[in-house]
């Protein structure tokens, strides 16, 4: 990692350290001790990635779901918590691992991609209720 990248990432660190907008579903779902165990698991990009591709897969599985319940909704803003826990973990603790900071920076934009999806999906339920 050469230095800009590191300034870069340091930045992105001390912005979003306290910032309670991405992580949001984990409070809502996960209480401080499930979100520490959950916190604890994640120890590399691919844990990281791993839960990027969970809410992913979440989110274009309920796509091809018809009629979409509370539950189903549910299901995919704690896939999403998850997601914001790993971030979490990479705020945290950058030096365990090697995401640049323009990556860092794509997979936090991730979390406000991914609620507004969520959001689509609660407007098409309610639009069927």
């Known amino acids: 990692m050469n230095k800009d ?7 992105i660190i001390k912005k979003y350290r306290n910032n309670k907008s991405i992580r949001k579903h984990a409070e809502k779902y996960f209480d401080y001790y499930q979100r520490s165990d959950i916190h604890s ?18 989110l274009q599985s309920y796509k ?6 509370a539950e189903d909704i549910a299901d995919m803003e704690r896939s999403l918590a ?3 826990i790993a971030i979490g973990k990479v705020i945290q ?9 323009q990556e860092f920076l794509d997979l936090i ?4 991609v991914y609620e507004k ?13």
């Open 5 to 11: 990248e590191n300034v870069e990432l340091s930045t």
């Open 82 to 84: 998850l997601y914001e």
């Open 109 to 112: 934009s991730n979390i406000s």
């Open 93 to 101: 603790c950058p030096s365990k691992f090697s995401f640049t900071g």
């Open 117 to 129: 999806e969520i959001a689509g999906f609660r407007m098409k339920r309610a639009y069927h209720d």
């Open 41 to 58: 698991k994640i120890k590399t990009n691919d844990d990281v990635l791993l839960e990027k591709k969970g809410i992913e897969n979440k």
């Open 64 to 69: 091809e779901v018809y009629p979409l319940v």
